[in-house]
């Protein structure tokens, strides 16, 4: 069973940083591409940014360019999400996600609040 726990969040002022990790076990982490998504209240959930297997390619949604850099380590099976310059509007729900054969794996997710 697949297994994805991230940590991280927490209550930063605009302008903050906070660095979320999942850890990720059950699986062999380093044959996959990985994601991070948020959701917002009464929003649907959206992609925040992906990593290749090796971490040689990443993307990011436009909203998040220039601002969170995701990132990877296969030795520890653990994928990272940087954030920096953090917004009111990035106040959400961030989750972790893997495509296993066809299935999708969630973490539970992490809180990031972004207020004064």
């Known amino acids: 069973q697949v297994q994805l726990v991230e940590s991280g969040g927490g209550l930063v002022q605009p302008g903050g940083s906070l660095r979320l990790s999942c850890a990720a076990s059950?699986?062999?982490?380093?044959?996959?591409?990985m994601n991070w998504y948020r959701q917002a209240p009464g929003k649907e959930r959206e992609l925040v940014a992906s990593?290749?297997?090796?971490?040689?390619?990443?993307n990011y949604a436009d909203s998040v360019k220039g601002r969170f850099t995701i990132s990877r380590d296969n030795a520890k099976n653990t994928v990272y999400l940087q954030l920096n310059s953090l917004k009111p509007e990035d106040t959400a729900v961030y989750y972790c996600?893997?495509?296993?054969?066809?299935?999708?794996?969630w973490g539970q997710g992490t809180q990031v609040t972004v207020s004064s």
């Open positions: 996600n893997v495509l296993v054969r066809r299935d999708k794996y």
């Open positions: 059950d699986f062999t982490f380093s044959n996959y591409a």
């Open positions: 990593i290749t297997r090796s971490g040689s390619i990443t």
